[in-house]
């Protein structure tokens, strides 16, 4: 399935229930081809995304982290993903410091139209994140 | 110096419930926090370069109490951050300044006097110290045995207080060397960043004595560390829990840490577990101005938001 060949990485998506989530479902009915590398997690909204699941993800085996919202003034909760683009922000900075490449993070916003958007979007992360390589690869060779 | 302190605590025992100050240790070379409620046990009362514990951080625990603190300029962020965050009530603390020069940093002393046990210490009026050990006498200037935070400071006058005790003091440190090792810090590549904190945090033995230390980690028992459901770290060693705590603590600062530095002056290993939070708060400052526990009616950046961040760009990939 995947367009990219090289052994398959893990990548987890934090996805708004009200727009991305719905982007993909969007681009899956239209039978968009996208990387299989992406596992998606279905938030109620950007605003509940804890910078502190990215870094769990990171530190746990996931090679790089999606995480994609309403765009801004278009939050189903008015003001979640406000909140949520200080916090990502705020990671994004933080990630470099502890030696983790800021490249494997990206945040993005994406709505229930956008299929081919979110298409993009998937496709040119998980090709940068396969540039990047497994983050874990020296753990992985001295088990 | 003592003798004036003693004055203005005598003063507002009246006033209050409790009165929060230092007291001896166990030796010379200690001093330990004092809880004073009756008017002889002002006795009690020591000031010197040792008392560098931030005793604001009872403050929260005791928000129903009428309360008198003794701080230091960096404690008096701490009481700053507070009100901002609605964690006390302002009318219930008299908060008793001290200007201070810098305090001394015990692991130092130790340190330069190779854990010899300490007979007496004694502070001149230039920063001198001499400590006695059995081996003889040692002199030691302020500025060798402080701690890091000491030497950037910025606000050696407290920026609340009720009562003053001494000259008000301005700082003649930069204000570009608040941040310098961090800035220094980043030149590092990705592949040394990573391994200086792996090679840091794996010398963690989760105590979290950092956590109860910190007088902004407000949560305490319910720390998100300890709890079982949802189950965030397991009391596994291994060094990916370990970074994950320290990681739990940063971001739950993120923004909020007043840099006094009480976590690590309470880690037994030496981490510099402080570093994480300062460089959020160099990004604070960096994205929104904000610096915390300068302004009591500022609001912390990530507790508030505005539609159209003009420093955050859109990332393309």
Same mark, same amino acid.
């Given at each position: ?89 705020? *990671?994004?900075? *933080? ?49 | ?12 025992? #009246? ?34 370069? *040792? ?119 301005? #700082? ?64 596994? #060693? ?43 708060? *160099? ?35």
């Amino acid at each position: 399935m995947s367009d990219i060949a090289a052994r398959e990485l893990r990548i987890v998506g934090f996805l708004c229930n009200w727009c991305s989530y719905g982007g993909a479902d969007t681009a899956g009915v239209s039978r968009f081809k996208q990387p299989t590398d992406l596992r998606i997690i279905r938030v109620p909204c950007s605003g509940r995304v804890d910078p502190l699941f990215i870094v769990k993800a990171l530190l746990n085996g996931a090679d790089g982290v999606l995480v994609s919202g309403c765009h801004p003034r278009d939050c189903h909760y008015t003001d979640g993903n406000f909140y949520a683009r200080r916090r990502l922000e705020m *990671l994004k900075r *933080l990630l470099p410091f502890l030696g983790i490449d800021e490249r494997r993070f990206h945040y993005t916003w994406i709505s229930a139209s956008e299929g081919a958007r979110w298409q993009q979007t998937v496709t040119d992360f998980t090709k940068r994140v396969h540039e990047l390589g497994p983050l874990h690869a020296r753990k992985e060779a001295t088990p | 110096m003592s003798q004036r302190l003693r004055e203005v605590i005598a003063g507002v025992f #009246s006033e209050v419930d409790v009165v929060l100050a230092y007291q001896q240790g166990f030796d010379k070379l200690h001093v330990t926090p004092c809880f004073m409620t009756m008017p002889e046990e002002i006795n009690k009362l020591v000031w010197n370069p *040792l008392c560098a514990h931030n005793l604001t951080s009872y403050l929260p625990s005791l928000k129903k109490k009428k309360v008198a603190v003794v701080v230091k300029g960096c404690d008096s962020r701490t009481i700053v951050q507070f009100m901002e965050e609605g964690l006390i009530n302002r009318e219930n603390v008299v908060i008793i300044g001290i200007p201070c020069n810098g305090v001394i940093s015990v692991n130092k002393v130790l340190h330069e006097t190779n854990h010899e046990p300490i007979e007496d210490i004694t502070f001149g009026e230039n920063g001198e110290i001499s400590v006695k050990t059995l081996k003889g006498e040692k002199t030691l200037l302020l500025s060798d045995v402080c701690p890091d935070k000491c030497k950037t400071c910025q606000y050696p006058t407290p920026i609340v207080y009720d009562r003053l005790v001494g000259d008000p003091i301005t #700082s003649d440190k930069s204000p570009d060397s608040v941040y310098a090792d961090i800035k220094e810090f980043e030149n590092k590549t990705l592949e040394e960043r990573l391994q200086y904190w792996e090679q840091e945090f794996d010398r963690c033995i989760r105590c979290y004595a950092c956590r109860n230390a910190c007088p902004m980690c407000i949560c305490q028992d319910s720390c998100i560390a300890e709890t079982r459901d949802p189950h965030w770290i397991s009391q596994r #060693s291994t060094l990916s829990e370990k970074f994950m705590f320290h990681m739990i603590h940063a971001l739950h600062l993120a923004g909020r840490c007043v840099e006094c530095g009480e976590c690590e002056r309470a880690c037994p290993m030496g981490i510099p577990v402080n570093k994480l939070k300062r460089k959020i708060n *160099l990004d604070m400052k960096e994205l929104f101005g904000y610096e915390p526990g300068i302004n009591p009616e500022d609001k912390p950046p990530l507790y508030t938001f505005k539609v159209d961040e003009a420093t955050i760009k859109e990332h393309k990939i």
